[in-house]
C-alpha cells in the first residue's frame, strides 16, 4: 500500500511539477487544450494509464479545458502513486498541446 506523503514531500515533488499546485489533501493541474476532441483525446489517454495502474484521477472536463485532481483517497492524501500519475498527465497534455 502507497504511504501517504507529507508536506515536505509534497512540495518537493510539485517543484518539477510546475503546472501543479496542492488543494488539500490532492494536486490539481488544469489544461486548456486546443480544441474539445484534444479535450478528450487528452483525457482518454489519461484514463487508460490510470486503469492500467488502478488509481484513478478525479477529472472534470468543461468544453477545452480540463481538470486533473489525483489524491489516494484510501490512504487521506497524497502519495507516490499521485506524483506519478501526474508526470503521465504531463507527458498526455504536452503530447495533446503539439
Known amino acids: 500500500m502507497a504511504e501517504l ?14 503546472d501543479w499546485q496542492r488543494d488539500g489533501d490532492a494536486i ?3 489544461a486548456k487544450l486546443p480544441s474539445f476532441p484534444a479535450a478528450i483525446e487528452a483525457v482518454r489517454a489519461a484514463a ?13 472536463i468543461r ?5 486533473f485532481r489525483c489524491s489516494t483517497h484510501s490512504q487521506g492524501g497524497i502519495t507516490d502513486q499521485d ?14 498541446m503539439d
Open 83 to 96: 506524483i506519478d500519475l501526474a508526470r503521465e498527465i504531463d507527458r498526455v497534455l504536452a503530447a495533446a
Open 48 to 60: 487508460e494509464i490510470a486503469e492500467a495502474r488502478n488509481h484513478h484521477p478525479d477529472i472534470d
Open 5 to 18: 506523503w507529507d508536506d515536505e514531500q509534497v512540495a518537493s515533488a510539485l517543484a518539477a511539477l510546475t
Open 28 to 30: 490539481v493541474r488544469t
Open 63 to 67: 468544453w477545452r479545458t480540463v481538470t
